[in-house]
């Protein structure tokens, strides 16, 4: 069977990302509708958003999304996927900004880690109450959630969420491999973690670094979606800055329709995710 075009998110902004690392990353609502759009003319189909402070800081504040999502509309068609991670160290109330957002301002999607995990040298604190409160805050929003596994237990734990009632199944989920503490962006995982989802899942691989691309490939030969952008990784080859996201994600592009697969526009996306 062929398999269907493939969804390209484009992680824009991210909340550990600086300006010192790269001067493309986008910080203002206006950089952040302006990469938004240069990234769906290079084939995303989803962004994945977080937004920060004019300093550079993260944040989860809802003006401060609803400026993004209002600079990305008014370019664009390309569907929105807020952050409920936000930042290590951010507490509930603070995470799920983004959520009370309403009318022309409500986001497609909002993701919705189901576990802890050592991030770096620090942790990302999901302990199971805490996730059920943001999974009920996604529900009484009206949002999808994608579900966001930095390690095999999470995806386990989505089938017990949907048992509670807190998420519908079939449901989308989004590997993230190669965080340093997560589970690393290998083939065998990333097959593990495609074995072990419910049925009509269906799944984007997000690698970290170096293991952005090589995972863009993977995932269009196994029949998935991908994520690429500069909160994963801010380099297009060895050593070279990307000059942007979208040169992430038209990258992505080729090398999925090089594997065969053509890639999705919103609205396509918009059906397979069953938004
Ligand atoms: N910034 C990470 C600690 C998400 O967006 O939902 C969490 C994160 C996941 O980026
Ligand atoms: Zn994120």
């Known amino acids: 069977m062929k398999a269907p075009p493939m969804i390209i ?36 189909a989803m962004v994945h958003l977080h937004v920060r402070n004019a300093d550079g800081t993260a944040s989860q504040a809802p003006g401060l ?14 569907l929105v996927q807020v952050s409920t991670g936000g930042a290590v160290g951010m507490e509930v109330d603070e995470r799920c900004g983004p959520l009370t957002l309403t009318g022309r301002e409500k986001p497609d999607m909002a993701t919705l880690t189901t576990g802890t995990v050592n991030f770096g040298e620090e942790v990302f604190w999901n302990p199971r109450p805490l996730v059920r409160e943001i999974a009920r805050r996604i529900r009484a929003a009206g949002i999808h959630p994608e579900i966001e ?3 095999a237990a999470m995806v386990d734990e989505a089938r ?8 519908d199944l079939p449901a ?28 009509g899942c269906t799944w984007t691989a997000a690698g970290m670094g170096r293991h952005q691309l090589g995972l863009v490939e993977l995932a269009a030969i196994r029949g998935g979606n991908a994520r690429v952008g500069l909160e994963d990784n801010i380099f297009i080859s060895r050593g070279v800055l990307a000059k942007g996201n979208h040169e992430l994600v038209a990258e992505a592009a080729r090398r999925a329709r090089d594997k065969g697969r053509e890639v999705a526009a919103p609205e396509v996306a918009r059906s397979l995710l069953r938004l």
């Open 65 to 78: 999304f609803a400026a993004a999502i209002r600079e990305i509309r008014r370019r664009c068609d390309v």
């Open 149 to 151: 596994c930095f390690d």
């Open 172 to 199: 989308h989920f989004d590997f993230v491999l190669g965080v340093p503490g997560g589970l690393a962006a290998r083939p065998e995982a990333l097959e593990f973690l495609i074995s072990s989802l419910p049925d």
């Open 160 to 167: 017990y969420l949907a048992q509670e009632g807190l998420i």
């Open 9 to 44: 998110t484009a992680a824009l902004v991210g909340a550990e990302t600086t300006r010192e690392q790269t001067p493309y990353l986008p910080i203002t609502a206006e950089e952040i509708g302006e990469s938004a759009a240069r990234s769906r003319e290079a084939g995303a």
